[in-house]
């Protein structure tokens, strides 16, 4: 079992910041896919940005240029900073990973975190 435990959501402005993290119960080097997902009210969850653990990150063209997803591997943590927010931002945030067990492949949540951006 991995457990993931996201944290760092909050309120902000327009144009402001917020930095989400991610810990996994687990090395995360035993993780094949991590990723970030978001689902605003009354909307279906999308993906947000991804990382194939030893490869580089992926993002949706709604928050690239904006969003980095990084890890760090010694605190078996995934980041995802969020730069110029906007109330298009506004959403619950989840952490997911993938994990190959050889014989199936399992897919883990976090519980959520909530961002909120106003004017």
């Known amino acids: 079992q991995v457990q993931l435990v996201e944290s760092g959501g909050g309120s902000v402005y327009s144009g402001g910041s917020l930095r989400l993290s991610c810990a996994a119960s687990?090395?995360?080097?035993?993780?094949?896919?991590m990723d970030w997902y978001r689902q605003a009210p009354g909307k279906q969850r999308e993906k947000v940005a991804a990382i194939t653990i030893g490869a580089w990150p992926w993002y949706s063209e709604s928050v690239k240029g904006r969003f980095t997803l990084s890890t760090d591997d010694a605190k078996n943590t995934m980041f995802l900073q969020m730069d110029k927010l906007n109330q298009g931002d506004t959403a619950v945030y989840y952490c997911?990973?993938?994990?190959?067990?050889?014989?199936?492949?399992?897919?883990?949540w976090g519980q959520g975190t909530q961002v909120n951006v106003s004017s």
């Open positions: 997911h990973a993938t994990r190959d067990w050889g014989d199936w492949v399992a897919d883990y």
């Open positions: 687990g090395s995360i080097s035993d993780l094949n896919v």
